[in-house]
T-cell receptor, first 111, second 111 residues
Framework: EPEVTQTPSHQVTQMGQEVILRCVPISNHLYFYWYRQILGQKVEFLVSFYNNEISEKSEIFDDQFSVERPDGSNFTLKIRSTKLEDSAMYFC?????????FGEGSRLTVL | QKEVEQDPGPLSVPEGAIVSLNCTYSNSAFQYFMWYRQYSRKGPELLMYTYSSGNKEDGRFTAQVDKSSKYISLFIRDSQPSDSATYLCAMSARTGNQFYFGTGTSLTVIP
């Protein structure tokens, strides 16, 4: 069964460092998303991406964040200068129409 | 007013019980409704997807959407210990728009 895959599963970084989280969405899907979940809290929307551009972003998705689809399969989230409060699970998701499928997540720990 | 309200529980039931999980929402434009199951430190797993109003059944799971009351439900019949997880509702107005999540209901099924 097709699935969304994410790498790395866990990344530990120092505050101020840049981090790139990678995702391979389901192959025929058109819409791509990043969400995050701080431990014990709700799933929060970061950004949606369609037709090679951002279609919607939240207040969380400020200038330190960027997304890119560098080729036909990968979808990346870059955090330019990580802060302690960026520690969270980051989930990539994709959809064709309606149903939204999530990856297993990348756990980011900022020290 | 929050977009999506969900009772966080925790909910504890004996094995074999019928479980009822609910969410209310405020945005009448929502038309895509989903229920996810999430185990600790894992990605949300799509359980049920409903477009617009009505009921949908899949095995032991039944999803109901009442758009007039802005209320959605998930019923789990013959609950099993393996159903112990956090259940998230999510909804969106359009494909490509963000999906709004409830806070999740923690369910424990006691053998």
């Amino acid at each position: 069964e097709p699935e969304v895959t994410q790498t790395p599963s866990h990344q530990v970084t120092q505050m101020g460092q840049e981090v790139i989280l990678r995702c391979v969405p389901i192959s025929n899907h058109l819409y791509f998303y990043w969400y995050r979940q701080i431990l014990g809290q709700k799933v929060e929307f970061l950004v949606s991406f369609y037709n090679n551009e951002i279609s919607e972003k939240s207040e969380i998705f400020d200038d330190q964040f960027s997304v890119e689809r560098p080729d036909g399969s990968n979808f990346t989230l870059k955090i330019r200068s990580t802060k302690l409060e960026d520690s969270a699970m980051y989930f990539c998701a994709s959809s064709f129409i309606g149903e939204l499928f999530f990856g297993e997540g990348s756990r980011l720990t900022v020290l | 007013q929050k977009e999506v309200e969900q009772d966080p529980g925790p909910l504890s039931v004996p094995e074999g019980a019928i479980v009822s999980l609910n969410c209310t929402y405020s945005n009448s434009a929502f038309q895509y409704f989903m229920w996810y199951r999430q185990y600790s430190r894992k990605g949300p797993e799509l359980l049920m997807y409903t477009y617009s109003s009505g009921n949908k059944e899949d095995g032991r799971f039944t999803a109901q959407v009442d758009k007039s009351s802005k209320y959605i439900s998930l019923f789990i019949r013959d609950s099993q210990p393996s159903d112990s997880a956090t259940y998230l509702c999510a909804m969106s107005a359009r494909t490509g728009n963000q999906f709004y999540f409830g806070t999740g209901t923690s369910l424990t099924v006691i053998p």
